[in-house]
């Protein structure tokens, strides 16, 4: 089921990018001036809590309406008193990823982006605990992130904006940094997955752009 999904994902990345590379005959060929990059960070403080994550891309704008791109995902997480006093765990996410923004309105984009993250997970008991023992984990997991977002300040023939995104991985595996995985206490075999809101907000910075082509 998820091979399927993702083979259509890919398909209509493909399908797309061709339409929109036809869309005028006039402006076909690369332009360096529709290359761009930017991205999205996190800073977060919190309850004994530290996440510092950042999302850059790099992409380039296929038309008017159709950006795609490249992306590279990290995510660190750091708490303190999670088990017990005084311990602490670390996770690192790191992922390359892809996406595709589909733009029907000049200010609000649909956006589809495709990762695959590996993750760290590294517990530390306290100092002199016995109940516990030090434990590092690793697992990846593919994402698919869908959702869509509002652009702040984009003009005709620039990519330089801000914008702001609310996304969420359909795929829904266990492993996946974007869900909340519950457990049944009677049976750790059932499980239920659920997806958590992703939120991005960042900027969009032309390179060689030089002035608006209205």
Partial sequence: ??????????????????????????????????LFTGGSITLSFFNGQTVLGANPVFGYK????ADAGLALNFLYNGARDYYEFD?????????PGVFARLYPARFLFIQGQLEHNFTT????????SVSYIADKNKVDATSLLLGAGF???????????????????????????????????????????TMQPIIR??????????????
């Fill in 201 to 214: 907000a960042g900027v969009n910075i032309g390179l060689f752009q030089g002035r608006y082509r209205y």
């Fill in 151 to 193: 652009a702040q300040g984009r003009e005709p023939g620039s990519t330089s904006f801000y914008y702001i995104s609310l996304l969420f991985d359909v795929l829904k595996n266990i492993h996946s940094p974007y869900v909340n995985v519950n457990y049944d206490p009677n049976n750790s075999l059932r499980q239920r997955v």
């Fill in 62 to 65: 296929l038309s008017d309406w």
């Fill in 121 to 128: 997970l590294k517990y530390i008991p306290r100092p002199g």
């Fill in 1 to 34: 089921m998820k091979k399927s999904i993702l083979t259509l994902v890919f398909a209509g990345l493909a399908l797309f990018i061709a339409q929109a590379q036809d869309e005028d005959p006039e402006e076909k060929g690369f332009k360096k001036e529709n």
């Fill in 87 to 95: 311990d602490k765990i670390r996770q690192t996410v790191v992922g």
